[in-house]
């Protein structure tokens, strides 16, 4: 059973920091690609960061140069640094991973999401 369990977000003033965390299990973490994506109230879900099992990143243009996304494999942990946190962060975060459960299938997993407020 895939769980994705997300920690870590709260309230913080513009120009601050947070560092979400994602507990994972029930998959081969280690090679398994995992992102994280936000949503804001009344707006599209989009990616903020991506890792693959190697290391390799990519990033949402709004959070590049602020944001870091890494993996501690030995503990089936991804995080998120968020630094220089601007109003327009506020979303829910969400940690996903996709992950090959048969042959033919690839199934989207989520987390429950945690709440991170910018207030200005």
């Given at each position: 059973q895939v769980q994705l369990v997300e920690s870590g977000g709260g309230l913080v003033q513009?120009?601050?920091?947070?560092?979400?965390?994602?507990?994972?299990?029930?998959?081969?973490?280690s090679s398994n690609p995992m992102a994280w994506y936000r949503q804001?109230?009344?707006?599209?879900g989009d990616l903020v960061a991506r890792i693959n099992s190697g290391g390799t990143t990519n990033y949402g243009d709004s959070v590049k140069?602020?944001?870091t996304i890494t993996r501690d494999n030995a503990?089936?942990?991804?995080?998120?640094?968020?630094?220089?946190?601007?109003?327009?962060?506020?979303?829910?975060?969400?940690?996903n991973a996709d992950v090959?459960?048969?042959?033919?299938?690839?199934?989207?997993?989520?987390?429950?999401g945690t709440q991170v407020t910018v207030s200005s």
């Open positions: 513009a120009g601050g920091s947070l560092t979400l965390s994602c507990a994972a299990s029930g998959f081969t973490f804001a109230p009344g707006k599209q140069g602020r944001f503990k089936n942990t991804l995080y998120l640094q968020m630094n220089n946190l601007k109003i327009e962060d506020t979303a829910v975060y969400y940690c090959q459960s048969t042959l033919y299938r690839i199934s989207s997993y989520w987390g429950q």
